[in-house]
């Protein structure tokens, strides 16, 4: 018996469950990813959010921050890329920001960190797409 059978068993379903996550994130990116080219072919202009409480609705309709973190194959860039996207196939303009200072590191270790932002008028918000959490940046201009 080589090792490889050995293992398998041990692995298999841990494996199996990766998998099947990986699969629904890339069936989930594909969708987003056709919605989006379907915005861009309408020549549909994106659009700021126009108040604090539309960007709030927004996120709370939106599933992105339902998604579960792994750390080897789903992660924070993953989750803000996501929100992008779906705002993009939605009409809004949400950027990723990348925080180097690690001040928005959710786990406290202060290690850099993907998140969103949009304007508001011209006031900059950002946006942490694991948990619909915004915080007031500062002003645009």
């Not at 959010?49 to 973190?69: A, C, G, I, K």
């Amino acid at each position: 018996m080589d090792l490889k059978s050995l293992f398998r068993p041990l692995f298999q379903s841990e494996f199996d469950e990766l998998n099947q996550l990986n699969s629904a994130y890339y069936n989930d990116y594909i969708t987003t990813r056709q919605r989006l080219e379907q915005c861009r072919s309408n020549d549909k202009k994106l659009k700021w959010f126009t108040s604090h409480r539309e960007l709030r609705q927004w996120l709370f309709n939106n599933p992105v921050s339902e998604r579960q973190y792994v750390s080897t194959s789903y992660d924070c860039d993953d989750f803000a890329t996501a929100l992008k996207l779906a705002a993009e196939a939605d009409g809004y303009r949400i950027d990723i920001q990348w925080d180097l200072t690690g001040r928005f590191d959710p786990t406290g270790r202060r290690q850099p960190h993907a998140l969103n932002s949009t304007k508001i008028g011209n006031y900059v918000y950002f946006i942490e797409p694991q948990t619909d959490a915004i915080v007031y940046e500062g002003v645009a201009d």
